[in-house]
């Protein structure tokens, strides 16, 4: 079994330190192996670090040809083309300007059976997995992907009971529609990924940092299973260092 290292925040002056930092990462690991699976984040963090691959790959196509994305959550109950899907996101972002719909893959967000879609996302991750790089964000309430506190998580993809901070999330900030529940790999899904890449940035995740860098690991704070993973990098700004 691997050893674990603990969890240590390297610190950036600035959210596009951090981005540029995060993006040589990408590039490095598509180096490596082409045909990489990289997990994606949406939201306020990853933004910038989509920027830079976008232009890298226009700069340099050849080094995204063979890359393979996963979608890591999506907001259950509005129509796919909503733009406050993690699928507009993600479409806008990376997937259409790279040209990669065929290598890509996600929930859909508004399945007739949200049950069977996770067990749909379940069974290509068991095909197709494990995760070479997952991209992760850091929640307000410590949730990862879509696994919020609560008194047992789940390992595999999942229907997930939204928060009252996750429905307040900036994506649906301008949505006249409110999810009605979250789709998300499970917790087991994220933790068999070879290496992750959590970001965190701004003033606002100061205290779920606190937290996080607690060594403990508990059911009401997701993310603090990350302690129990060999590779994580985590990324944070300095408005973001408790
Ligand atoms: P954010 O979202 O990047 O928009 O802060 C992170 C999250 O809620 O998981």
Redesign the pocket.
């Given at each position: 079994m691997t050893k674990t290292r603990p969890l240590t925040p390297r610190v950036f002056a600035s959210h596009e330190a951090v981005s540029r930092h995060a993006a040589g990462l990408v590039i490095r690991q598509l180096t490596r192996k082409h045909d990489s699976l990289l997990c994606l984040?949406?939201?306020?963090?990853?933004?910038r670090l989509y920027d830079l691959l976008r232009d890298r790959a226009q700069r340099k196509p050849a080094l995204f040809r063979q890359a393979r994305l996963l979608k890591l959550d999506e907001w259950g109950g509005l129509s796919m083309d909503n733009p406050a899907t993690c699928e507009h996101y993600l479409q806008n972002a990376l997937i259409k300007p790279l040209g990669l719909q065929r290598r890509y893959h996600g929930f859909r967000s508004d399945p007739l059976d949200p049950e069977t879609e996770c067990r749909r996302m379940a069974s290509w991750l068991r095909r197709h997995g494990p995760i070479d790089l997952c991209i992760?964000?850091?929640?307000?309430n410590g949730?990862?992907?879509?696994n919020e506190p609560a008194s047992a998580l789940r390992a595999e993809s999942h229907v997930a009971r939204l928060s009252s901070?996750?429905l307040q999330?900036?994506?649906l900030k301008s949505s006249l529609k409110l999810p009605r529940y979250g789709l998300t790999l499970g917790l087991g899904e994220i933790m068999q990924s070879d290496t992750i890449l959590l970001?965190?940035?701004?003033a606002?995740?100061r205290a779920p940092m606190r937290q996080l860098l607690q060594p403990e690991v508990r059911t009401d704070f997701p993310a603090s299973f990350l302690h129990l993973h060999p590779r994580v990098q985590l990324l944070i700004d300095r408005d973001a260092k408790p």
């Open positions: 984040a949406t939201g306020g963090t990853p933004t992760l964000g850091l929640g307000i949730h990862l992907a879509l901070e996750s999330h900036g994506m970001l965190v940035s701004g606002s995740k």
